[in-house]
């Protein structure tokens, strides 16, 4: 499966923005889809994830986006959303989605099947 981010852009503290992955390729119910970031200076972190179905989400154990990123998915479309309120200047970051058909170790190990290039999300204050 092949990934397409989108939706970065330059937004003020509070704004909100919407990010978008499109997805081609395989068939995109077969997977577990995701986000991660990686700030500048900083290693990738694991951000959120959603169920093939929809169903179930998986946030990072740090609270850093809890109440305020929330996933989705429209597997008509092929497409998950990253979701972000009141974005904060840490929120700063390349963000990128990903794929893999279970969620587990490959998530936090980052072994994943496909990614998909980074979208650039600056907050300032």
């Known amino acids: 499966v092949q990934l397409q981010a989108s939706g970065g852009g330059l937004v003020q503290a509070g704004d909100s923005l919407r990010l978008s992955c499109a997805a081609s390729?395989?068939?995109?119910?077969?997977?577990?889809m995701g986000w991660f970031r990686q700030a500048p200076g900083k290693e990738r972190e694991f951000v959120v994830a959603?169920?093939?179905?929809?169903?179930?989400?998986?946030?990072a154990d740090s609270d850093s986006v809890k109440g305020r990123f929330t996933i989705s998915r429209d597997n008509a479309k092929n497409t998950v959303y990253l979701q972000m309120n009141t974005l904060k200047p840490e929120d700063t970051a390349d963000y990128y989605c990903a794929a893999d058909p279970m969620f587990g170790s490959t998530w936090y190990h980052q072994t994943l099947e496909a990614w998909g290039q980074g979208t650039q999300v600056t907050v300032s204050s």
């Open positions: 390729g395989g068939t995109f119910s077969d997977y577990v």
């Open positions: 959603i169920s093939r179905s929809g169903g179930r989400t998986y946030y």
